[in-house]
């Protein structure tokens, strides 16, 4: 049912970079903005980037994210054990009457 | 401080019926557009449900279309999700959230509550 498509695993040792791409179409992402949740285990998901690439206060500033035309990426620099979770792009869809669509997740797992 | 608390999720038969209910908290909760997600055991995220601040504007995900109906009673703070003819697939953990009223998105999530269709 995702329409947006995500790698589904990335990794990375401790202070590394990490990024994420989220691939959509002209009716989600090259249309309407990008949005990131995370989701920690066993918890529910958290804003964490906004409008591409705004960060809510609270986030840290080494979650970043980016967008052109039809794909958007979050890159997580100085990657810390507390940023193993699962990550979901999403973006509003105008095709179809309108819908609200989330990428397919990706695990973020740090080695 | 921003708070959405469900309820009303537990096991159902197939082809039976659930009503689930969110409390908001926190916000005017008349002021914004809210939403319902489901995520089922081990998958991804799935919107379920969008409804505007005054009920005139409601959409529906094609794998629920005729079958659940959002609702909300704004004197009441409180989010709905009636779910009729369950199946096993919409087993998951259901997601009450909120639309951000500054760009387009979800900005806060409830805790959520599982929904179990099963015999």
């Known amino acids: 049912q995702s329409v947006l498509t995500q790698p589904p695993s990335a990794s990375g040792t401790p202070g590394q970079r990490v990024t994420i791409s989220c691939s959509g179409s002209?009716?989600?992402?090259?249309?309407?903005?990008v949005n990131w949740y995370q989701q920690l285990p066993g918890a529910a998901p958290k804003l964490l980037i906004y409008?591409?690439?705004q960060r809510p206060s609270g986030v840290p500033d080494r979650f970043s994210g980016s967008k052109s035309g039809t794909s958007a990426s979050l890159a997580i620099s100085g990657l810390q054990s507390e940023d193993e979770a699962d990550y979901y792009c999403?973006?509003?869809?105008?095709?179809?009457?309108?819908?609200?669509?989330f990428g397919t997740g990706t695990k973020v797992t740090v080695l | 401080e921003v708070q959405l608390v469900e309820s009303g999720g537990g096991l159902v038969q197939p082809g039976g019926s659930l009503r689930l209910s969110c409390a908001a908290s926190g916000f005017t909760f008349s002021s914004y557009s809210m939403n319902w997600v489901r995520q089922a055991p081990g998958k991804g995220l799935e919107w379920v449900s969008y409804?505007?601040?005054?009920?005139?504007?409601?959409y529906s995900a094609d794998s629920v279309k005729g079958r659940f109906t959002i609702s909300r009673d704004n004197a009441r703070n409180s989010l709905y999700l009636q779910m009729n003819s369950l199946r096993p697939e919409d087993t998951a953990v259901y997601y009450c959230?909120?639309?951000?009223?500054?760009?387009?998105?979800?900005?806060?999530w409830g805790q959520g509550t599982l929904v179990t269709v099963s015999s």
């Open positions: 002209s009716s989600n992402i090259g249309s309407n903005t």
């Open positions: 409008n591409n690439d």
């Open positions: 999403a973006a509003w869809d105008d095709s179809l009457n309108g819908r609200f669509v």
């Open positions: 959230t909120r639309a951000s009223e500054s760009y387009s998105g979800i900005d806060y």
């Open positions: 409804i505007g601040i005054s009920s005139s504007t409601i």
